[in-house]
C-alpha cells in the first residue's frame, strides 16, 4: 500500500483503521503486544522515517535513547543518592566552569548553525517543508539536528552534579520530567522532520541555554563575581518567555495553501 501517492485523507485513515484492528485482533489473541508495537515503528518508520539519519549513532532504533533515559533516571533517583547518602558533597567548581563553559559554546555553535543551515538565509516562519534531498544545506540542518539530540544527552550532567553535590532542592519533578523528555523528543526530531519549521524552537532553546549556562558558569566562580549577575532575575523571564513563542508559533495560523504532503519523505 503506497501512502505517498494516494490522494485521499479519509481512504488513508480508513485503511490504516482496518489495518490496526485486523494486527489488534492477531497480537492480541497470541498476547504478542511487543511485536505490535515493533510492527507499527518499523511501518511509520518505513513510511514516513529519514534514511540519512541511519548513519548517525543512536538513530537506528528509539530503544537505545529510551535506555539511556532509564540509566539516567536510576542513577539521579535510586543509585546516586545511595552513593552520596555517607559522603559529603563534592564541590567540584573547577568541573563546573569548564562543564558549563563548554555548554556555552556548543549552544552558541548551534544558534549559529541553524542561522545559516536556513533560518537567516531561505527558511520562511510561515511554511517551510523538511527538505529531505541529500543537498549541502540539507544535509547542514541534518547534522545539526543531530548534534542538537547530543546536546539533550549531555544535560544529563546537569543532574549528576546536582546529586554529586547534595543539592536535592534544585532536583524539582519539571527538571526530572524535562531532561527525560527532550532526548526522546529530538531523537524524533532526527529521524523523521531534521529541518523546516520543526527546528524553529531550537533556535530559542540554543539562545536560553547560552544565557543559562553563562550564568552558572559566572556563578561557579565564586561570591565575588555575583555582582555581575544583577541579570539573574530576567533568566526566569527569559524562559517563560521563549516556552510561550514556542507554543505560539506552534499553533500560529499556516498558510492557506499549504500542502502538507512535501512534508513525506520523498
Given at each position: 500500500?503506497?501512502?505517498h ?5 479519509f481512504d ?12 489488534f ?16 515503528y ?18 537506528d532504533?528509539?530503544?537505545y535513547t529510551?535506555?539511556l ?16 547518602q555517607?559522603r ?22 548551534m ?30 540542518m ?11 544527552l549531555?544535560?544529563f550532567?546537569?543532574t549528576?552534579?546536582?546529586v ?13 520530567y524535562?531532561?527525560s ?14 529541518g523546516?519549521?520543526?527546528?524553529f ?15 552558572y558558569?559566572m556563578?561557579?566562580?565564586g ?30 495560523k ?13
Open positions: 500500500m503506497n501512502y501517492n494516494t490522494t485521499s485523507g488513508i485513515a480508513t485503511e490504516l483503521a482496518y489495518l490496526a484492528i485486523d494486527e485482533k492477531v497480537h492480541f489473541i497470541s498476547r504478542n503486544f511487543t511485536g505490535l508495537i515493533q510492527r507499527y518499523y511501518f511509520i518508520e518505513d513510511e514516513y522515517g529519514d534514511p540519512r539519519a541511519n548513519r548517525f549513532p543512536l538513530m532504533h528509539p530503544l529510551v535506555a533515559v532509564i540509566m539516567y533516571l536510576a542513577w539521579i533517583l535510586v543509585l546516586g543518592p545511595l552513593y552520596m555517607n559529603k558533597p563534592f564541590q567540584l567548581k573547577r568541573t563546573l566552569i569548564v562543564y558549563n563553559a563548554l555548554q556555552v559554546a556548543l549552544s552558541a555553535y544558534f549559529y548553525e541553524h542561522l545559516m543551515a536556513g533560518w537567516l538565509n531561505y527558511y520562511n516562519l510561515k511554511c517551510q517543508p523538511v527538505d529531505y534531498s541529500d543537498g549541502p544545506m540539507s544535509k547542514r541534518l547534522n545539526l539536528c543531530y548534534v542538537y539530540y547530543i546536546s539533550k549531555t544535560e550532567v546537569d549528576v552534579f546536582f554529586l553535590r547534595k543539592k536535592t532542592s534544585q532536583i524539582t519533578w519539571l527538571h526530572v524535562h531532561h523528555l527532550t532526548p526522546l523528543e529530538t531523537w524524533v526530531l532526527v529521524k523523521f522532520i531534521a523546516g519549521n520543526a527546528t524552537p531550537n533556535i530559542l532553546n540554543n539562545f536560553v541555554h547560552v544565557c543559562m549556562y553563562f550564568y558558569m556563578s561557579a566562580l561570591p565575588e563575581y555575583a555582582k555581575y549577575l544583577w541579570w539573574k532575575k530576567y533568566m526566569t523571564e527569559l524562559q517563560i518567555v521563549s516556552k510561550h513563542k514556542i507554543i505560539s508559533y506552534a499553533f500560529v499556516r498558510e492557506p495553501n499549504l500542502n502538507l504532503n512535501y512534508y513525506k519523505r520523498k
